[in-house]
């Protein structure tokens, strides 16, 4: 008790007092640090996250695991010791599990769900969002815009999605609810990139959402001189540019695969695409007020 009070007191160090504890055990054990979204939170003072002075650090024997769960999957942040595990969507099984334990076969046969789950593109909070909203919707007395897992993946592909969305019955139901989660899970995001001193990084992502439904080949549409002619990335040059689209893929916010070099693709090649999540699009979309929708519509048209 005495070292703790010290500890906290800030008389010793916390950090050293709870890893020399964990070391000690003999038992096993497992370290869980939940949504560290700002790595730099967990380094010792002063130091990098990789210097292993701070609440991570490299468990100094076998009975020990730590994991950690955060957006950035930036490999630079983490301690050489540390191995990234991207967690991809739900499989199309898995997630129209998720649909039926919500909305059940009375919206649609197990096939009907994989197909929305797989147009979903297997994010839980997706899943659950569409599953609540169809629940709901199919115990209404009247017909709905989306009482079916049919209904629901037509209504996405046609671009209702901000209908779906915004759509709740009762002052807090489950699609309200999960609607909130998504967006601010989003916003918290961007915040981070923000606070990174990136703030054209959600200007970017707003941006390429405008753009329609499909893989977008960034190096031939995002042209680095037009970019920096625009009032909205006022002197962001190509290199500035790319470092925008990794950190919005090492936060999950778009899918852009990762090349051997550099350089870009050479004209026998396939050009190289990033891939947006159809809720990523709709809700950004949905948020982006008039006046910079114009001028990113604009700035496309230039683009193109």
């Not at 916390?14 to 979204?37: E, P, Q, S």
């Not at 898995?94 to 334990?101: F, M, P, Q, Y």
């Not at 969002?129 to 007395?141: C, N, Q, V």
Request: aromatic share 4%; charged share 20%; glycine share 6%.
């Amino acid at each position: 008790d005495d070292e703790i009070d010290r500890a906290w007191a800030g008389l010793d160090s916390a950090t050293d007092l709870l890893w020399r504890l964990l070391n000690l055990r003999t038992d096993r054990w497992l370290l869980v640090i939940d949504n560290a979204d700002e790595p730099e939170a967990l380094a010792g003072s002063n130091q990098p996250l990789n210097a292993a002075t701070g609440w991570l650090r490299p468990p100094q024997s076998r009975k020990g695991r730590v994991v950690v769960t955060s957006r950035d999957g930036n490999p630079d942040v983490w301690g050489a010791w540390c191995r990234l595990h991207r967690i991809p969507g739900l499989s199309a099984v898995e997630g129209s599990r998720v649909l039926l334990d919500h909305a059940g076969t009375r919206a649609g046969t197990a096939q009907d769900a994989e197909a929305l789950a797989d147009h979903l593109g297997g994010l839980p909070l997706a899943l659950r969002l569409a599953g609540s909203y169809i629940a709901e919707t199919a115990a209404m007395p009247w017909p709905s815009l989306a009482a079916t897992y049919r209904d629901y993946q037509s209504a996405v592909a046609a671009g209702g999605l901000t209908d779906l969305t915004s759509t709740s019955i009762g002052p807090r139901s489950a699609a309200d609810q999960s609607r909130q989660i998504i967006t601010r899970t989003w916003e918290l995001s961007l915040d981070l990139l923000d606070r990174r001193g990136m703030p054209q990084a959600r200007t970017l992502l707003e941006l390429l959402c405008q753009l329609a439904e499909a893989p977008i080949p960034y190096q031939l549409v995002l042209h680095p001189e037009t970019i920096r002619a625009s009032e909205l990335f006022a002197g962001v040059d190509a290199v500035q540019l790319w470092k925008l689209l990794r950190a919005l893929a090492h936060l999950g916010l778009i899918d852009l695969p990762e090349t051997s070099s550099g350089d870009a693709a050479s004209a026998s090649e396939e050009p190289a695409v990033l891939r947006i999540h159809t809720l990523v699009r709709q809700v950004i979309r949905a948020q982006t007020d008039t006046v910079q929708k114009t001028s990113h519509l604009a700035l496309v048209a230039a683009l193109l």
